[in-house]
């Protein structure tokens, strides 16, 4: 979103805006068309087709670190973050404020919510597995670390909430997050 309006990402989390007053004009003519549109295909069509001129557009200037902390996103392994800052010609400091700037929190727990995003998604996709092997798979020292993190994330121990999320809606359409 940064690099989209070019207004750091801590001041728009967990905040209402009006999307006119981030966007040009374009927005009321994309609600339109979502509003007349026959279905979902065409509905993400026009989104699709509003952010491709907004990224055409670049509000703010790609920087090394857009493509090294993507990084993060796709390891197999715990990335140092003193190693990202290292890859993107910055200070760990000057890393960590720039991370915050783009994303909207701090570099390492993005790290972490990535690793519990995984652990989550491993267990949807293969529900047989336990969750020591999902915990070191993931990159957890063991499972009470795995649970550790489920626990801030979701105030429940990880079989409770996998049970929760089994009963939701979306499963019993046949809806999973999986990879």
Known sequence: M???TG??????????????????????EVNSKLNDAAGFKEMVAVVELFLLKQVNRGVKE??????????ILNANKNIKIEWLAKESCLSVRQYERKFIERMGI????FS????????????NKYPHLDWLSIAVQCNYHDYQ??????????????????LLDNASPERKFGESDTY
């Open 7 to 28: 207004i750091p990402s801590h001041q728009l989390n967990n905040c209402y805006f009006d999307a006119e007053t981030v966007f040009t004009k374009d927005i009321k």
């Open 145 to 162: 670390h795995l649970a550790k993190d489920y626990k801030q994330f979701t105030n429940q121990t990880p079989t409770d909430f996998h």
């Open 106 to 109: 701090a570099p390492r727990y």
């Open 62 to 71: 790609f920087h090394r670190l857009d493509d090294v902390s993507n990084l």
């Open 112 to 123: 972490k919510i990535v690793r519990f995003e995984n652990a989550f998604r491993i267990k």
């Open 2 to 4: 940064y690099r989209l």
